[in-house]
């Protein structure tokens, strides 16, 4: 039972309902389904340019054809855009739906229309994930539901049919863009009406049943109705009047009746004030959209009335709206809005009319966790705020708002901005005293005497007695008055010097002679090590003693004890690192002093630039008998990276960066962009930095003055003479090794079979080594993990690649390349930064924000929160910038990159595309060893935020495997495999 209950959990439907993920995908086809919108119009924009290219042309029956595909093209887009709605009704529902079994009445219009739409709308996989969510959720019927309950708007239906419109519609567009290019032409035929498929098409076909007329009372008490076009009263019976009253002009829909008598049922009692005011008429109508996208307005007994955009005043299609004629001479009608009656059109069930009534009232605007808007007044309950009615108005402003309800629906429009809910009206300064019992803080003018509540979230790091500048906030709604902290005067701050300590945290802490103890943040330990001797700045900031280091005064020396183990086929040895188990210290052979392997040891370690902590045996502790070795040792393949050779390598590892080293070293010397610079302006070149080509690191911060090129291009050497320059100065300038050609060379690459003759090519023919061994990257990493199977997710500059490999094969059919990297999540903080104010243009800014970035950008996840406080970041020339929401919006575009216009899928999903196309068999394994390499650093909060994305599309259970070299597996892993005595003997040579 329990084999079939988890082989039915590896099959269980993809898209089961899952309500977080729903919205999810209701908020990425939203953004989506915007983009389509703006290249459909932009399609359509080129397509009338074309229409009026044929008619100048004289090639009429051309642009007829082209004419009935942008009539199309129009009606998809007012699709989209109903779609559009009904996603963000919706997604403010969703709480509802999750709660209901059924699908709930007040939205199935919305969601049977997202279901019999989806399928129709292009390239938006959102939609179909959703379609399919509903379908677990409410049945595989659902869709046959929909259409048999009659939810679907006929509208919509008419349009995703795509009928050929009728001949004076084309005529009527054809027209339209032969007046807007100033191309002459005429017809006949041409109307003066909307489109067909408008409302007015239904007016006319109900003017046989439906009539207008005044309301009359004669002296027997019986009712009838005087219609304008026929002389024969209409009789009225008492359960039919809909509450109208004598001399009321009403609309009245007649009985089907087999004499010839007239009687009917008062429908619509047209309100008092719908009066002729002279040269101007006032009258009530709904609001439509035609194919152009022109605003009509249609009322009774009268020719639509054409609406411009700036008389709008914030109606929309189908609101209900009073509108105030043009006294125009050429007989056409025109007009201006005047105010919005209600948000929904009347409509007709069971013979009689249902109007929606509404009322106004004032609130405060207030935006939930979903992103959705609601009113929140004293007198009411919230209602919801599409963002479409807020006409202007801002989260936490109060507005004056009309609230319609239509069949048990409440829907809000504000009419007025009545300023914002919490208003600045002073400043003081004073003292802040903290009442213990209660918890709460209040504000003490030292003048007046006069006392402020402070609520906790704007204390802003002030304490007890501290001196203090507020800000007194009046709240609109209330007219309560509260302060908050602008600053605070009094946070001390002096200068100590003393021996640091880190924890294995990575946080430093530093004792005064006060016995005080001082914390240093990571980020602030600025290259500071274990009990190194340091000065520091401390800050007082009511909650404890921070520091932070300026200056290290003396470098320290790691002394301790420890237990030495030996390599026995090299004679080297290493300890553990005192303060970071994961790190070892290597004790050379010539540094060992006697000591043998398992004795306790006096260990003094220096930290080595390139080489890391290299230690030496001070004196032997204690001293062990070593038992007789194994003839069977067995070796330990994470341990391969410490196992040095006496005829090392050269390593090189080509990519975005290209790192250098040596194969019995733990880092690469060497670790560069893979860029080339050449002047643009030579002659404008400074004399002592003049020179004709730059590489690597000089290349960086110089931009704007030269012309950068990369000799690797996705993963492919494309300039061989470039590539053997740049590799020819790191090895001589950089390595410092002048006669490389002695040495083997190991090459780490991604694409080592597509690679292979251009690596023959640069090392042999270019770069003259005599022996080649040449690797994957990704079986690099492997080697280095000591793992055969995992899924590598490869995060670069460029682009991002996810590579299985399963059994130590590459699952190249499976494998995808994304084009987003880190240099888009750079180019998007930038952008995000000259939103907010700050501007960042040239090469050498460019640099600065991706500096920016490393040092404060991070990924929302559960562990994170939602949001960080703003930090400062110091800019070269000593400005101080705040960066705030861009230091988390900027890496959103790894998860959807249609924030930046690109149509692809983001990594989480990606990787479960990858997953899904791997064998059925391999799937669980390699989640369980997901592998994510990042190598322009490490971002915050990217793994977590990764797994949760994950854990929300797939039953699998991901993990990250351990890593013990961050950001340099394939390099390490090169170096070892050049180190290992099985590989040893794989080598190419020029003549074979």
């Not at 939203?30 to 290249?39: F, S, T, Y």
């Not at 005529?171 to 191309?183: D, P, Q, R, V």
């Not at 977590?944 to 394939?970: C, H, I, N, P, T």
Request: proline share 4%; net charge negative; charged share 25%.
């Amino acid at each position: 039972n329990k084999q079939v209950s988890n082989m039915n959990k590896l099959f269980a439907p993809k898209n089961r309902f899952n309500g977080e993920k729903c919205s999810m995908l209701l908020r990425l086809a939203v953004n989506r389904m915007g983009l389509m919108k703006v290249k459909k119009r932009e399609l359509i924009d080129v397509q009338k340019r074309e229409i009026a290219t044929l008619l100048d042309a004289q090639k009429l029956d051309t642009a007829r054809i082209k004419v009935i595909a942008l009539v199309q093209e129009e009606s998809m887009i007012e699709v989209i855009r109903i779609l559009e709605l009904y996603c963000e009704t919706i997604l403010s529902r969703m709480p509802v739906v999750i709660a209901q079994r059924n699908c709930p009445l007040d939205i199935k219009e919305q969601v049977c229309g997202l279901v019999y739409i989806a399928p129709h709308i292009p390239h938006n996989e959102e939609l179909l994930k959703i379609r399919s969510m509903f379908m677990s959720k409410y049945g595989s019927s659902f869709p046959k539901e929909c259409v048999s309950c009659g939810c679907i708007d006929k509208e919509v239906r008419d349009r995703l049919e795509r009928l050929v419109p009728e001949d004076a519609v084309i005529e009527l567009y054809i027209s339209s863009i032969a007046n807007k290019y100033g191309i002459p032409y005429s017809t006949e035929d041409l109307i003066e009406t909307p489109p067909d498929h408008s409302p007015a098409e239904m007016i006319k076909k109900m003017e046989a049943l439906i009539v207008t007329g005044i309301y009359k009372i004669d002296n027997n008490g019986n009712s009838w109705v005087i219609e304008d076009t026929n002389k024969n009263p209409i009789y009225i019976g008492n359960n039919d009047r809909n509450g109208a009253n004598i001399n009321d002009k009403v609309k009245v829909k007649l009985h089907d009746r087999d004499d010839e008598k007239n009687s009917g049922q008062v429908i619509q009692v047209f309100p008092k004030e719908l009066v002729d005011t002279g040269k101007r008429l006032c009258v009530q109508g709904i609001v439509r959209v035609d194919g152009n996208r022109n605003h009509w307005v249609i009322s009774d007994n009268m020719k639509p009335i054409f609406i411009s955009p700036q008389d709008l005043h914030g109606a929309q299609d189908t609101n209900t709206v009073m509108v105030q004629i043009h006294e125009r001479s050429d007989g056409k009608l025109s007009g201006f809005v005047t105010q919005v009656v209600s948000l929904f059109e009347p409509m007709f069930q069971n013979d009689s009319i249902i109007e929606p009534h509404f009322y106004d009232i004032e609130g405060v605007l207030d935006m939930d966790n979903n992103g959705q808007i609601w009113l929140v007044s004293d007198v009411k309950e919230p209602v919801m705020m599409l963002p479409s009615h807020l006409n202007g108005a801002q989260n936490h402003d109060r507005v004056l708002s009309r609230i319609d309800v239509y069949n048990g629906m409440e829907m809000g429009i504000v009419l007025k901005r009545l300023g914002p809910m919490f208003q600045i009206i002073g400043e003081k300064s004073g003292t802040i005293v903290t009442n213990n019992s209660t918890g709460g803080s209040w504000f003490h003018d030292d003048v007046t005497g006069e006392a402020l509540f402070v609520p906790n979230d704007k204390m802003n790091g002030a304490s007890n007695n501290d001196k203090v500048g507020v800000v007194l906030v009046l709240n609109t709604m209330d007219k309560s008055i509260h302060a908050e902290v602008t600053s605070v005067s009094n946070v001390k701050k002096e200068i100590l010097q003393g021996v640091i300590l880190i924890d294995r945290t990575g946080y430093g802490y530093l004792s005064t002679e006060s016995g005080e103890v001082i914390t240093i943040p990571k980020e602030d330990l600025n290259e500071a090590m274990h009990r190194d001797t340091v000065m520091i700045e401390v800050t007082d900031t009511g909650e404890g003693l921070f520091g932070e280091v300026i200056e290290i005064l003396q470098k320290n020396e790691l002394s301790f004890e420890a237990i030495l183990e030996i390599e026995t086929s090299q004679g080297y040895g290493w300890v553990d690192h005192p303060v970071k188990p994961d790190q070892r210290i290597i004790i050379p052979k010539e540094n060992l002093n006697g000591a043998g392997d398992c004795d306790i040891v006096h260990v003094i370690a220096k930290l080595v630039p390139g080489h890391g902590m290299i230690g030496s045996v001070n004196s032997i502790t204690s001293s062990a008998q070593v038992d007789e070795l194994s003839e069977d040792p067995v070796w330990d393949k994470l341990d391969m990276a410490e196992k040095i050779f006496e005829d090392k390598n050269i390593v090189i590892e080509i990519g975005s960066n290209i790192k250098i080293g040596y194969s019995d070293q733990m880092y690469p010397s060497v670790n560069v962009p893979c860029l080339i610079g050449k002047p643009i302006y030579p002659l404008s070149m400074p004399v002592e930095e003049s020179k004709s080509v730059y590489y690597g690191n000089e290349v960086v911060g110089k931009r704007g003055i030269l012309e950068i090129s990369s000799p690797v291009v996705d993963g492919y050497i494309s300039n061989m003479e470039d590539m053997r320059d740049l590799v020819h100065h790191l090895l001589v300038n950089n390595l410092k090794c002048e006669n490389y050609q002695n040495y083997r060379v190991m090459v780490s690459i991604a694409n080592e079979k597509r690679n292979h003759n251009a690596i023959d090519t640069l090392f042999f023919n270019l770069l003259k080594f005599e022996m080649l061994s040449c690797c994957s990257s990704w079986m690099a990493c492997m080697f280095a993990m000591n793992i055969d199977s995992a899924l590598i997710v490869y995060l670069d500059n460029l682009d991002t690649k996810i590579i299985p490999i399963y059994d130590g094969v590459i699952l190249d059919s499976s494998s995808k390349t994304l084009q987003i990297g880190s240099n888009h999540v750079t180019e998007r903080f930038a952008e995000l930064l000259q939103q907010s104010g700050i501007t960042f243009e040239s090469g050498s800014e460019i640099d600065i924000v991706s500096d920016i970035k490393r040092a404060l950008s991070y990924v929302k996840s559960s562990k994170i929160g939602k949001s960080i406080e703003t930090a400062p970041y110091t800019l070269p020339d000593g400005n101080v910038i705040d960066i705030g929401s861009e230091r988390y919006e900027s890496s959103e575009i790894l998860f959807n990159p249609s924030l930046i216009g690109m149509e692809t899928t983001g990594i989480s999903d990606s990787i479960l595309e990858v997953l899904n196309d791997c064998p059925i068999d391999a799937r669980r394994e390699l989640a369980r060893k997901t592998l994510l390499i990042q190598t322009n650093g490490s971002t915050i909060g990217l793994s977590d935020r990764l797994l949760e994305e994950l854990a929300l599309g797939s039953e699998l259970d991901f993990q990250y495997v351990a890593r013990k070299y961050e950001g340099r597996e394939s390099w390490c892993g090169a170096a070892m495999l050049s180190a290992d005595p099985d590989f040893r003997g794989w080598k190419i040579t020029e003549n074979i």
